[in-house]
C-alpha cells in the first residue's frame, strides 16, 4: 500500500465500488485493524459490543468482506471451515503453521517463500497479486496436543 491512511484506501474503494459509506464500516475497519493476531468475525463482533458499539452482526460480517476485498485484511483459511482475518495494512509478509490438532498458529517469514511465488507467477505468465501459505502440521511438545 501507499502512504494512503486505511481509511482513505476503504473510502476510495466503498466509492468506487459504489457502496454506502457509513460511521460503522469505519467503526468495524478500526477495531479490525487495531486486533491484535487472527480473529473471526463473531471474534470482532463481540468485542465491538464489549467496547458498547451498537453495529450489528450482519453489518460486522459485511464490512470485514469489504476490508478483505480491498486488501486492509487478509481472509484466511485455516482448515476444517475456520475462517479468521488479519490486519494487511502496515504489515510485512508473512505465513502460518497451524497445528491440526490444537489450532495453534505461528506466523513466520521466509524469503525463500516469497521468492518462490515470484518465480512461479512468472513461469505460468501471471502477474502476482498476492499469496497464502499455510503448513498445517501437530505441534511436537505441546501437552494439549498429546
Known amino acids: 500500500m501507499k502512504n494512503q491512511q486505511a481509511s482513505d484506501i476503504f473510502r476510495d474503494y466503498l466509492t468506487k465500488a459504489k457502496y454506502r459509506i457509513?460511521?460503522?464500516?469505519?467503526?468495524?475497519?478500526?477495531?479490525?485493524?487495531?486486533?491484535?493476531?487472527?480473529?473471526?468475525?463473531?471474534?470482532?463482533y463481540i468485542a465491538l459490543k464489549n467496547d458498547n458499539s451498537t453495529v450489528s452482526r450482519a453489518?460486522?460480517?459485511?464490512?470485514?468482506?469489504l476490508l478483505?476485498?480491498?486488501?486492509?485484511?487478509?481472509?484466511?483459511?485455516?482448515?476444517?471451515?475456520?475462517?479468521?482475518?488479519?490486519?494487511?495494512?502496515?504489515?510485512q509478509k508473512h505465513d502460518h503453521i497451524i497445528c491440526i490438532k490444537c489450532g495453534k498458529i505461528v506466523e513466520f517469514e521466509s524469503p525463500q517463500i516469497a521468492k518462490w511465488y515470484d518465480e512461479i507467477s512468472k513461469k505460468f505468465d501471471f502477474d502476482p497479486v498476492s499469496y497464502s501459505f499455510n503448513?498445517?502440521?501437530r505441534c511436537k511438545n505441546n501437552k494439549k496436543c498429546n
Open 68 to 91: 478483505a476485498e480491498c486488501n486492509l485484511l487478509s481472509k484466511r483459511n485455516f482448515g476444517e471451515n475456520i475462517k479468521k482475518y488479519e490486519s494487511n495494512y502496515k504489515r
Open 135 to 137: 503448513i498445517f502440521a
Open 59 to 65: 453489518t460486522v460480517y459485511n464490512t470485514l468482506e
Open 22 to 44: 457509513t460511521k460503522e464500516r469505519f467503526e468495524i475497519m478500526d477495531a479490525a485493524l487495531i486486533f491484535v493476531g487472527h480473529f473471526s468475525a463473531e471474534q470482532l
